[in-house]
Structures are given as structure tokens and as C-alpha cells.
């Protein structure tokens, strides 16, 4: 994916940067219940896999935030134009594959790669098809609600935002509400660009048309 390199002598947070690559656990990580009600409305109306309208929405919300698509690399930081997404297929014998997707396009035509790519990434088992650095690692945990999560990093620079959600559940408000978690690098994301993110995939669950 095209990317450009910051100058890290102008760069505003270079004393951030710094301090927190210092640190031997650099990450910064929230998980928030998100209102999904349009998103499974979306999904059901059109006959679509919810999974993956939710994904591309989060996908979406992400690249909107120029942190979320900077990744350590040496001493300094690259940014990426947009960054695929990795998420965790089910594969035979309780295993599971990487599947790359991209989502800068019409859902009608990303539903369609995504669907292809579902079936073909089993070949490639665990093994990243693109460059791991620019991606999104995402997963999810639909068996049961969470209100925090650990999760597994190669610790040091390694600066991939990982974005999980786990099971839905209505409130009792007409509201079908799901937790979903970001975890970044400190070095590159604080807590307003995490908050953007929440933000974001609010507006691109609500933009959503159930009826379109």
C-alpha cells in the first residue's frame, strides 16, 4: 500500500514518541458498547452477513484517522493512504485463517470480494497474502459479551491497531448494543483518536440505509 515517510522533526508528539516506545508494554486499549441496531437492520433486510457489514464500517472508521494508518518502522513513522484489514476466519479442525480485505468501495462490491476471499484463504492458513505492516488486525469472540480484553502483541514497535467485537445483545431499550475494543500503540494513537474511532464508526453504522 502507498505510504509516506513523517518528518520526525517536525512531528508534534516526537517526545511522546519517544516515551513510549521506552516502555516495555506501549499499548493503549478501551472497549465501548456500541450501538449496532442500524448495522443488523442493514444486514438482515438485505440479506447480508452482519460480520462483515460491521467490519467494513469499522474499517472505514479507522482510515479516517490519520494515527490509526502510522506504523512504527525504525526510528521513525510511515502512514499508509489506507490499510487492509486481517480478520480471523474459521477453518477444518477447530483452526483458523487470515483474510485480507479492502474496503474503499461499494458494499455491493466488497461483500462480493469478501465472500471470495472467505473461501480462498484457507490456503494461506496463518501466513499474512499482503504486507502484515499496513493492516488492520481484527477479530471477534460471538459467543459471549466482554467488558475488557488481553490481547496477544509481538510487543516493541510492532503497531498494528487491532480491533475486536464480541456477541450482540439487545438492552431492553429497542437497541441491539455490542462491545467493541481498540487496541493501539501509545507511541502513535492516544485517547482522542481512539475516541474519533468510536465516533466514526457510529456515523458509518448510522449512514447505513436498511431500505437502500
Known sequence: MPFIRLDMESYARKAHFDYFRSLSYPYVGVTVDVDVTNALDFSRTQRRSFYLTFLHAAALAADGIPAFRQRIRGNGIVEYSECPTSHTEPADGGRYCYCTLHHHMGLHEYFEQAEKARRECVKNGITEDEDA???????????????????????G???????????YE???????????SVLAHHAL????????FYRNLENEINILDPLG
Open 133 to 155: 505492516e499496513s493492516m488492520y488486525f481484527v477479530s471477534a469472540l460471538p459467543w459471549f459479551r466482554y467488558t475488557s480484553l488481553i490481547q496477544p502483541v509481538a510487543g
Open 157 to 167: 514497535d510492532e503497531s498494528n491497531p487491532r480491533l475486536t467485537w464480541g456477541k
Open 170 to 180: 439487545t438492552d431492553g431499550k429497542g437497541r441491539t448494543i455490542m462491545p467493541v
Open 189 to 196: 494513537v492516544d485517547g482522542i483518536q481512539i475516541a474519533e
